[in-house]
């Protein structure tokens, strides 16, 4: 079985900043691509940021300059490191990991989302 639990969301005035953290766990042999997507109230989901294994990032359009997938992160987990933040930012962030299993296959797995909420 494979967990994914996001955790560092809460409550930031505009122009601040947050670092979101994905952690997954449990049988799997590699990690092949983790996103971070976001949804707010009433509008789609939309893509954040993407590490591939490799070590390749991509970000969306709206966070571009703003968000960086840091380089420093423990095994099996990505950070989200956002920088001035504003409140159209304010969504429920997931995390989406597509893993290798120990049994062979590839799998998406997602996470319970963390609230990021920026007030003006």
């Known amino acids: 079985q494979v967990q994914v639990v996001e955790s560092g969301g809460g409550l930031v005035q505009a122009g601040g900043s947050l670092r979101l953290s994905c952690k997954v766990s449990g049988r799997i042999r590699s990690i092949n691509v983790m996103t971070w997507v976001r949804q707010a109230p009433g509008k789609e989901r939309e893509l954040v940021a993407r590490v591939t294994g490799a070590g390749s990032t991509d970000y969306g359009d709206s966070v571009k300059g703003r968000f960086t997938i840091p380089g420093d992160n423990a095994k099996n987990t990505v950070g989200l490191q956002m920088n001035s933040l504003n409140p159209e930012d304010t969504a429920v962030y997931y995390c989406?990991?597509?893993?290798?299993?120990?049994?062979?296959?590839?799998?998406?797995?997602w996470g319970q989302g963390t609230q990021v909420t920026v007030s003006s």
């Open positions: 989406n990991a597509l893993v290798t299993t120990t049994r062979g296959s590839v799998v998406n797995y």
